[in-house]
């Protein structure tokens, strides 16, 4: 199998994988607010490959491999309102529970902005309605 092949198959794939929708997730619009995530994206690949004669007259071979791995880490998340651009990075455990407690610590905030928007929006409908 051709080496060239398989490293030019590997990185076209890796390709589709890398975008900066990877590191830049899609905005989320929640209570008034954009949340963007922010992620640490880190790929890997390798190949190789060899051809060579046996010991027989007939004997011959090739061979060829490659393989890809990948890793996308949360480290943040922007968070746009109407005043301001806030950055909360996500705590250095790097698991699924500290993203998970990163984003409950702001839960208290989301909430009362959420109450906020949905009591400025019933406002605007009976206003509408008189």
Known sequence: MDVDK??????????????TETIIGKSQTIAGKVIIPVSKVSFGFGAGGGAG????????GEGGGAGAGGC?????????????????????KGSIASAIESITDKCPEIM?????????????????KK
């Not at 998340?77 to 806030?86: L, P």
């Open 112 to 128: 009362k902005s959420w109450k906020e928007t949905m009591s400025e929006m019933n406002e605007a409908k009976k206003a509408k």
């Open 53 to 60: 004669v046996g010991k027989g007259s007939n004997d011959s």
């Open 72 to 92: 996308i880490t949360p480290i943040a998340f922007i968070v746009i309102d109407k005043e301001d651009v806030k950055v909360y990075p996500m705590k250095s």
């Open 6 to 19: 398989l490293v030019k198959t590997t990185t076209l794939e890796l390709e589709k994988l890398v975008s």
